[in-house]
């Protein structure tokens, strides 16, 4: 068993924030205030990854705290995987219903830290097409999807499918372990996970009812 930096378990902490604040402002709150405080935060995280980009000198309120908390190497010039977070969680929000919003956020959250944790924890076979992924995270990044995916129906009070459920979840976790960029899957996995689930249930929650 590996040991994992402290600093890593600290970026993991700012990376599951966002899923337990952000979920009772989804569920509880009407749809105006849910989009006045995700794009608040989408125009932070905006702000910081263009400040870090042109080499501004000033702070970003929040942003500029989780930049020096979280911020990889490969990230001290940007901040994408934020940015990208927030401002596809923004559009969700705007575009699709609570429980698409809902079962997006707490995939991209909670399913892939303990995709990274137990990776990095218990290590083992590498993801044939991507070696930088083992197969044990990216089976957590499964199993908490799905639990995730089943949650938020049960918090909105749905019945869920699943069918729905597992194919979902299977397609987060295939995103998720693609040899891309590591900030990509910011975008990739929680946009993918709300058109699933919007498109899986059709009609039925294609209403302006939030």
Same mark, same amino acid.
């Given at each position: 068993?590996?040991?994992?930096?402290?600093?890593?378990?600290?970026?993991?902490?700012?990376?599951? *924030?966002?899923?337990?604040?952000?979920?009772?402002?989804?569920?509880?709150?009407?749809?105006?205030?849910?989009?006045?405080?995700?794009?608040? =935060?989408?125009?932070?995280?905006?702000? &910081?990854?263009?400040?870090?980009?042109?080499?501004?000198?000033?702070?970003?309120? /929040?942003?500029?705290?989780?930049?020096r908390?979280?911020?990889?190497?490969?990230?001290?010039?940007?901040?994408?995987?934020? =940015? *990208?977070?927030?401002?596809?969680?923004?559009? /969700?929000?705007?575009?699709?219903?609570?429980?698409?919003?809902?079962?997006?956020?707490?995939?991209?959250?909670?399913?892939?830290?303990?995709?990274?944790?137990a990776? &990095?924890?218990?290590?083992?076979?590498?993801?044939?097409?991507?070696?930088?992924?083992? *197969?044990?995270?990216?089976?957590?990044?499964?199993?908490?999807?799905?639990?995730?995916l089943?949650?938020s129906?049960?918090?909105?009070?749905?019945?869920?499918?699943?069918?729905?459920?597992?194919?979902?979840?299977?397609?987060?976790t295939? *995103?998720?372990?693609?040899?891309l960029?590591?900030?990509?899957?910011?975008?990739?996995?929680?946009?993918?996970?709300?058109?699933?689930?919007w498109?899986?249930?059709?009609g039925?929650?294609?209403?302006?009812?939030?």
């Open positions: 068993m590996n040991r994992i930096p402290r600093r890593e378990l600290v970026r993991k902490g700012w990376h599951v *924030l966002p899923g337990i604040l952000g979920a009772p402002i989804i569920v509880f709150t009407p749809k105006w205030v849910t989009l006045v405080v995700v794009w608040f =935060f989408a125009f932070l995280y905006t702000l &910081q990854h263009l400040k870090l980009l042109r080499g501004w000198s000033f702070t970003v309120p /929040i942003a500029d705290l989780s930049y908390t979280m911020a990889r190497e490969d990230e001290r010039d940007n901040f994408l995987g934020s =940015f *990208l977070l927030w401002v596809t969680m923004a559009i /969700i929000c705007t575009v699709f219903p609570k429980i698409a919003a809902l079962s997006a956020l707490w995939v991209s959250t909670f399913g892939d830290c303990c995709n990274a944790i990776g &990095q924890l218990l290590g083992g076979p590498r993801i044939p097409w991507n070696r930088r992924k083992t *197969l044990i995270g990216s089976t957590v990044m499964l199993v908490v999807s799905i639990l995730a089943w949650a129906h049960r918090v909105l009070e749905l019945d869920p499918s699943p069918a729905i459920i597992m194919g979902v979840a299977m397609v987060a295939l *995103l998720e372990s693609l040899p960029h590591s900030a990509y899957d910011e975008f990739t996995v929680p946009f993918s996970t709300a058109f699933l689930v498109l899986a249930y059709g039925a929650l294609l209403s302006p009812v939030w």
